[in-house]
């Protein structure tokens, strides 16, 4: 693993440990931050790379995990099978845990 690429999972855990802090209140704030950090990673090819692989991947671990043959986007899944916004970070912190320790 990069440094760049350290640095992005430091701040996705940061992000979803204290959401507050980041004023992300439920998925669809955290995936509007990600999308903010692939913006300003846009100038830095490899970096925005590994942050866009990182996410597909996530994308078919969600699809995978609700058992989905077509390839939604995973915020929305997450939206739709959780009852609230509180849930719906559980859930993300949850998943993403398993995912980053799936690929170590």
């Given at each position: 693993m990069?440094?760049?690429?350290?640095?992005?999972?430091?701040?996705?855990?940061?992000?979803?440990?204290?959401p507050?802090?980041?004023?992300?209140?439920?998925?669809?704030?955290?995936?509007?931050?990600?999308?903010?950090?692939?913006?300003?990673?846009?100038?830095?090819?490899?970096?925005?790379?590994a942050?866009?692989?990182?996410?597909?991947?996530?994308?078919?671990?969600?699809?995978?995990?609700?058992?989905?043959?077509?390839?939604?986007?995973?915020?929305r899944l997450?939206?739709?099978?959780c009852?609230?916004?509180?849930?719906?970070?559980?859930?993300?912190?949850?998943?993403?845990?398993?995912?980053?320790?799936?690929?170590?």
């Open positions: 990069n440094e760049d690429f350290e640095r992005f999972i430091n701040f996705i855990q940061a992000v979803v440990e204290r507050g802090m980041f004023f992300v209140n439920n998925v669809e704030d955290f995936s509007l931050v990600i999308l903010g950090y692939r913006a300003a990673c846009s100038n830095h090819s490899q970096s925005y790379e942050v866009n692989d990182f996410f597909n991947n996530f994308k078919g671990f969600i699809n995978k995990h609700y058992g989905m043959s077509e390839d939604l986007d995973w915020a997450i939206r739709f099978h009852v609230n916004d509180f849930t719906t970070l559980e859930f993300l912190k949850r998943k993403l845990n398993e995912f980053i320790a799936g690929m170590v």
